[in-house]
């Protein structure tokens, strides 16, 4: 079984998210936000997808800064940080700041309509 640093690894996520699996502070490939929003379908909070450059899947992992929030002034560092999903991460700061999420709910249920698709 891969460890967390090499599932990281494989799914091309940040340097400083691998890091902090090597230092152990990140002990499951799993997203920590309070609301996981990736489908069920697809395997919800433990689906990952690559990360790729040009364009990122919604479902890559994202470094957030937790406890302390960047735009609070929360730094990058191991102690301040959990794996989230790309798009778990955005709805929850769009919540924080009173931005809309709307298309980011629209993506979601589009996931979850395809992977239903593939299903049956």
């Known amino acids: 079984m ?17 890091r902090a699996a090597k230092w152990r502070k ?15 379908e697809l395997g919800g909070s433990t689906h990952f997808e690559p990360a790729m450059r040009g ?10 800064h937790h406890p302390i929030l960047r735009c609070d002034g ?3 560092s191991v102690e301040n940080s959990r794996v ?4 778990c991460n955005r709805v929850d700061y769009s919540k924080r ?13 589009a996931a979850r309509q395809e992977a239903l698709r593939r299903v049956l």
């Open 74 to 76: 929360g730094r990058e």
């Open 55 to 64: 364009r990122r899947s919604d479902w890559a992992p994202t470094n957030d």
């Open 84 to 87: 989230a999903h790309r798009l």
């Open 2 to 18: 891969e460890s967390v640093p090499e599932q990281l690894e494989r799914l091309n996520a940040s340097a400083f998210l691998i």
């Open 26 to 40: 990140l002990t499951r490939l799993e997203c920590e936000m309070p609301e996981c929003l990736c489908p069920e």
């Open 97 to 109: 700041i009173g931005r809309s999420y709307a298309s980011d709910m629209a993506a979601v249920e």
